[in-house]
């Protein structure tokens, strides 16, 4: 993909934010849930559905007034295992569109997605790309703010919500941002805006006109340094990644269960490719492949194998995966495969393995997989494709529109 001049001024930093996460974990999990307002709790509740906040339930409430407020809303207990799963299999998707990914809390990341533009497009294209594999593949809505620092895109991400993104392009912040109200800032509570209110600050464009000195008599010196820069959209903070990623990962859903290895087998070597050559770009070595499998009945599975020594060769995590898919092959036919997924796993540096004599497969094929990864970095994705993909109309449609990177 053709990348211009303007692409790489564009703002490239998101944030990320889960809707009504725990609520729609539970909606997502039980069907008789959605669309109905939801109450996560007991005596308190911790999270409602954008049906139950239509009614004018916030969080957190006692569930009592939450009652009176939505008298039909269905209170379910919190099931945080549930959660944490659910994260981290969102948290798996941010990690497949950027390597610097900073976690805020467990439904909520940033993104500095300016190193992946050359590869995969605009950040608002990236976005994009974000939210449909997290609906489709983990089955969750995201909202997404896209802006030149972490503060706005926070900002941008609130705006967006439910289910919505907001890229605010380079040079239009001020247009955006100043017109809101205070409590939009990253940091004003019902106490400091009761305070600025007070003096007879409405919007976030009152904050950045007013001089320092009464603003600081209002609400502090230090409050009112940190209000002021972010109103004048002066924010330095960089993404900073919270943890290397233990896995590199890539799944497709298959549009209709599949039954056929052959056909399987060609979504798994387009899989394969992937994966490695983002495992090569990472500058690591894995020594565990994992087949991710959902079937048409919803259930899942998930089979691994290792190698004796640490590879990054397409050919070789491609016949590995393609061994584990074959030794399935029976539950396969029997139940159908609506999603087919490889993780590679115990990640080490490929400047620390050694390798086995006589040279093996890693050996052997890193000039024909640096030289393929080298061509794609330069002319795009497309530029080369796998024949066998090429000779499925319909399986290559699947992997154009929902492989990623």
């Known amino acids: 993909m053709f990348v211009s001049r303007d692409d790489w001024n564009s703002p490239g930093i ?22 109905r307002p939801v109450l996560v709790g007991g005596g308190v509740i911790v999270a409602a559905s954008y049906e139950a906040k239509r009614f004018g339930v916030r969080t957190p409430t006692n569930e009592r ?12 207990a919190p099931r945080f295992d549930a959660y944490i799963g659910a994260s981290r299999d969102v948290f798996e998707r941010f990690h497949e569109v950027s390597p610097t990914v900073e976690a805020v809390s467990i439904d909520e990341a940033f993104l500095d997605v300016r ?33 030149s620092t972490k503060a706005l895109a926070k900002v941008a991400s609130a705006s967006a919500k439910p289910d ?22 990253w940091g004003v509570g019902p106490k400091t805006s009761m305070k600025l209110r007070a003096i007879g600050l409405q919007t976030v464009g009152d904050i950045a006109l007013l001089p ?8 502090g010196h230090a409050a009112a340094s940190h209000l002021q820069s972010l109103a004048l959209n002066r924010d330095p903070r960089v993404v900073r990644s919270t943890v290397r990623r233990r896995s590199i990962g890539s799944q497709n859903a298959l549009g209709r269960p599949r039954f056929d290895l052959g056909e399987l087998d060609v979504v798994l070597l387009a899989i394969s490719d992937r994966v490695s050559r983002r495992l090569r770009a990472d500058n690591r070595l894995a020594r565990t492949v994992t087949l991710r499998m959902r079937f048409a009945d919803q259930q899942r599975a998930t089979r691994a194998a290792s190698f004796d020594t640490a590879t990054d060769s ?22 159908g495969l609506t999603l087919i997924g490889l993780a590679l796993s115990n990640l080490t540096p490929n400047d620390v393995v050694q390798l086995s004599l006589p040279f093996d497969e890693r050996a052997a094929g890193a000039p024909l997989d640096t030289a393929i990864d080298l061509i794609r970095m330069r002319f795009g994705n497309d530029a080369l494709k796998r024949a066998a993909v090429l000779q499925s109309p319909d399986l290559a449609r699947t992997l154009g529109e929902e492989l990623y990177e």
């Open 164 to 185: 919505g993104i907001l890229l605010i392009p380079a040079g239009d912040e001020f247009e955006f941002l100043h017109p809101l109200p205070i409590e939009r800032l």
């Open 115 to 147: 190193g992946a533009l050359r590869l995969q497009g605009s950040a608002l294209a990236i976005a994009q790309k974000l939210r449909r594999l997290i609906r489709d593949e983990v089955g969750l809505a995201l909202s997404v703010g896209i802006a």
């Open 65 to 76: 007034a939450a009652k009176r407020l939505c008298p039909d809303a269905v209170v379910v």
């Open 212 to 219: 320092q000195p009464a603003l600081s008599a209002a609400i």
């Open 314 to 335: 397409t050919a070789a995590i491609a016949r590995v995966a393609h061994e584990i898919l074959h030794a399935n092959s029976e539950l396969i036919r029997r139940h």
């Open 14 to 35: 998101l944030h990320a934010d889960l809707d009504a996460f725990f609520a729609s974990v539970e909606q997502r999990d039980n069907p008789a849930l959605r669309d």
